[in-house]
């Protein structure tokens, strides 16, 4: 039974030699992180030298993640072959997302919890449902995993109510086969009458591309392919699917494993096959119409709590609750984002001010999300405004509206 949101009691590995031979190995990590978890440690009393993942937002140094993830259980080692290449870095859109490099802004509870779950979901190798109002970093936490364990580009999976387990696994382009097909054929058929020629053309003769080149896999597909190190998928918005897609992906999960049935069929004639991946200009050889992962992906899916999930997909992913953001989690977070390091004194008072006024509407509105606070924050200091404050003001106030929707017009109208 797994625990409550935030709850990490009974979520770590509890076998002994697992446990040594991991503080063992994960010993190497960035300079300045040793006094930070001792500090955690006598403020929680517990003893987190078994994290891999710290939350310093430093990537690893001196080591890869290959040197210090333990074997995964037994029931949880998947065989997943030919190796597949490693995936590409995506640095400018991780420091889209979260700024520049900085330690996780929090308490020390909230980071221990965070990182127990994160830990344990990286030794279990079990998918890591976050949920929380939206705006309180769930989809972030993919990013910081990514850039911290340097696994590189995060696939991202958005999810909505047309959202179908088939497609974040791989589509396969049947219209567009024909179509080139029947323009090959036309174009021979014109040829040979110009030649004299009105034999048929074999499929060989006609030189129509592999059917590979109308496969291409999508998120979920591309991260269970067999990397030597785990992918970061992020299961963005899960709440927002059909009520079926929560169980049609315990399979998937369990198995590590999918068939693509188009390549199935065809796997007489062409046992290996490659096609088109999520990652841009990427590729995958494909054998026997069978994708079976390796390294089983860091899963990170999120929701808005706007349903419940079925029991038997909550029992196999670790829960964590994010929590809203306190002060000084969003002084932090302006300040990777609109290097407020780099300001004027009166600008980052503005933005001060603008920080306790977000928290205070925050509280009356029902919650507000952290980009409403950016926005704000960006435009205020822009100095655009300067001797307008009332314009400003209204702004603000516009960019803060609920999130259901209600108030969001501007006083001036």
């Known amino acids: 039974m797994l625990p409550d949101d935030g709850e990490t009691e009974g979520t770590c590995p ?103 779950m994160v830990n344990a979901a990286l030794l279990l190798r079990r998918p890591l449902l976050v949920t929380g109002r939206p705006g309180t970093g769930k989809s972030s936490l993919a990013y910081r995993i990514s850039r911290e364990l340097k696994l590189g580009r995060v696939l991202r999976w958005h999810i909505t109510s047309r959202t179908t387990l088939r497609g974040g696994l791989y589509e396969y382009d049947a219209i567009g086969r024909v179509q080139d097909s029947a323009a090959l054929r036309a174009t021979h058929r014109a040829d040979g009458r110009a030649a004299g020629d009105t034999s048929p053309r074999t499929a060989d003769e006609e030189q129509l591309p592999g059917i590979g080149a109308y496969v291409q896999l999508g998120p979920l597909g591309t991260a269970l392919l067999p990397h030597e190190l785990p992918r970061v998928l992020l299961v963005d918005e899960l709440d927002k699917s059909d009520q079926d897609l929560a169980n049609d992906l315990l399979g998937v999960f369990e198995e590590g494993q999918f068939r693509i049935a188009e390549l199935m069929r065809a796997r007489r004639l062409h046992p290996r096959v490659t096609v088109m991946t999520e990652d841009p200009g990427r590729s995958a050889e494909i054998v026997d119409g069978i994708v079976t992962c390796r390294a089983f992906p860091v899963v990170v899916i999120t929701s808005n709590g706007e349903r419940e999930f079925p029991p038997a997909f909550l029992r196999r992913c670790l829960r964590l609750r994010m929590p809203d953001p306190d002060r000084s989690q969003l002084v932090a977070m302006v300040a990777a984002h609109l290097r407020q390091d780099a300001s004027t004194p009166s600008e980052q008072a503005r933005a001060e001010d603008l920080i306790n006024q977000f928290l205070r509407n925050s509280r009356e509105r029902g919650g507000l999300a952290i980009d409403q606070l950016l926005n704000s924050v960006f435009l205020a200091t822009s100095g655009r405004f300067s001797g307008d404050e009332e314009a400003l003001e209204d702004l603000v106030d516009a960019l803060w509206h609920r999130l259901d929707g209600a108030g969001a017009e501007s006083r001036t109208g």
């Open 14 to 116: 509890t076998d002994e030699s697992q446990h040594s031979d991991a503080e063992h190995r994960t010993a190497p990590h960035t300079e300045g992180t040793a006094e930070r978890d001792d500090r955690a440690t006598e403020r929680n009393g517990s003893d987190n030298r078994w994290w891999i993942y710290r939350g310093t937002g430093q990537p690893l140094r001196d080591t890869g993640l290959k040197n210090v993830l333990p074997p995964p259980p037994p029931w949880r080692r998947f065989t997943g072959g030919p190796l597949a290449s490693a995936p590409p870095s995506d640095d400018a859109e991780v420091e889209r997302r979260l700024g520049r490099i900085s330690a996780l802004s929090a308490g020390p509870d909230q980071l221990r919890r965070e990182a127990d």
